[in-house]
Each structure stands twice: as C-alpha cells, then as structure tokens.
C-alpha cells in the first residue's frame, strides 16, 4: 500500500514561489496517477493537477493553470507541485493523492491521500 507524505508549505508573500514535495512509500508508485488538491478554510477540497506515470499526460485546473507546474521522478517515488505568481487565495492545505488509471479532477476517484502541507499567502 503506498503511504503518501507532503511537505514544503511555509509563509510567502504574494508574487512569491514555493516548491511543494509528494514522497511515495510503498510498491509500484510508477503506476499510479497523481494528484494535487487544496483545501482553504471553509471550503470543499478542490483539484489543482494531476500527471500521468508515464509520457506524461497533465492537467490543471483552471485557476492555477500558467503558474503552477507539477512533475514527477519515479525513480525518487517523488511528486512535485511548482507554484509561481502566488496570489492570497491560494492559502490553503495542498494534499496529494493518488488513483489508479486515466488522469482525472474528481475528488472521489482519489483512493490514497496524504496527510497535506500549509500555504499561506500574504498580501
């Protein structure tokens, strides 16, 4: 069973950058799609990208699509989200997760998640 855990979150002021880090414990993490969702307060949990194990095929929502990149290296049983350009209401907790098959942006087709990495980002 993989066991997913994130971490890079912090304080950035808007413009600013973070790197974000998905490390895979567990067989066959090649396999798998990827995913990134976000969860401010009070809010549903929403997608952000997912990425296909090989080729890679990629998806972003449309709000951070231009500013956030994700990649993988499978050989590190890693994931990585790249946010530039930050903006205040991408303040929230980033998840990854991942599913088996075709890349999706539904939440319940996720069937393993980690424990989530804060971002917070001020104005």
């Known amino acids: 069973q993989v066991q997913l855990v994130e971490s890079g979150g912090g304080l950035v002021q808007a413009g600013g950058s973070l790197r974000l880090s998905c490390t895979a414990s567990?067989?066959?993490?090649?396999?798998?799609?990827m995913g990134w969702f976000r969860q401010a307060p009070g809010k549903e949990r929403e997608f952000v990208s997912a990425?296909?194990?090989?080729?890679?095929?990629?998806i972003y929502a449309d709000s951070v699509k231009g500013r956030f990149t994700i990649s993988r290296d499978n050989a590190n049983n890693t994931v990585y989200l790249w946010m530039n350009s930050l903006k205040p209401e991408d303040t929230a907790v980033y998840y990854c997760?991942?599913?088996?098959?075709?890349?999706?942006?539904?939440?319940?087709?996720?069937?393993?998640w980690g424990q989530g990495t804060k971002v917070t980002v001020s104005s």
């Open positions: 997760a991942t599913k088996y098959g075709s890349l999706s942006y539904r939440r319940f087709e996720y069937t393993k």
């Open positions: 567990g067989r066959t993490f090649s396999t798998y799609v």
């Open positions: 990425i296909t194990s090989s080729g890679p095929s990629i």
